[in-house]
């Protein structure tokens, strides 16, 4: 399940993963929250995971959100910054620089206590 932040700087729009990413969930939220962002301007996205979420899942999320033509992912300048707050592994830290890669935009990982650091990043 995911749901909207509602508390998010000026400019920022966030999610907050709650329980498992599914594909109604990425029709119906995601994907239509992020092609709103991106028709209104720069996007900065706060995407922040529940205790204990599988990272590893967003690859092939974020591999969907790349290859949708609306939203431009890649190749449109009104991407800025993306934030990723979650309860990440040594494993997933590790392997975080060549996840990074499937969103070509400043994208930067932050722990699951650090929310409010990367609201403020991201907003920056």
């Given at each position: 399940m995911i749901e909207?932040?509602?508390?998010?700087?000026?400019?920022?729009?966030?999610?907050?993963?709650?329980?498992?990413?599914?594909?109604?969930?990425?029709?119906?939220?995601l994907a239509p929250g992020l092609r709103a962002?991106?028709?209104?301007?720069?996007?900065?996205?706060?995407?922040?995971?529940?205790k204990g979420f599988d990272l590893v899942t967003l690859k092939s999320r974020f591999e969907e959100l790349r290859n949708d033509?609306?939203?431009?992912?890649?190749?449109?300048?009104?991407?800025?910054?993306?934030?990723?707050?979650?309860?990440?592994?040594?494993?997933?830290?590790?392997a975080f620089p060549a996840f990074s890669k499937l969103v070509p935009v400043e994208t930067k990982l932050f722990g699951i206590d650090d929310e409010d650091d990367a609201k403020a990043w991201v907003s920056a």
């Open positions: 909207r932040i509602a508390d998010v700087p000026s400019g920022v729009t966030g999610f907050r993963i709650v329980d498992e990413l599914t594909d109604a969930d990425y029709a119906d939220v962002a991106a028709a209104a301007g720069d996007v900065r996205l706060l995407l922040a995971a529940a033509p609306e939203l431009d992912l890649g190749n449109s300048k009104e991407w800025r910054r993306v934030a990723i707050v979650a309860d990440a592994n040594f494993i997933f830290r590790a």
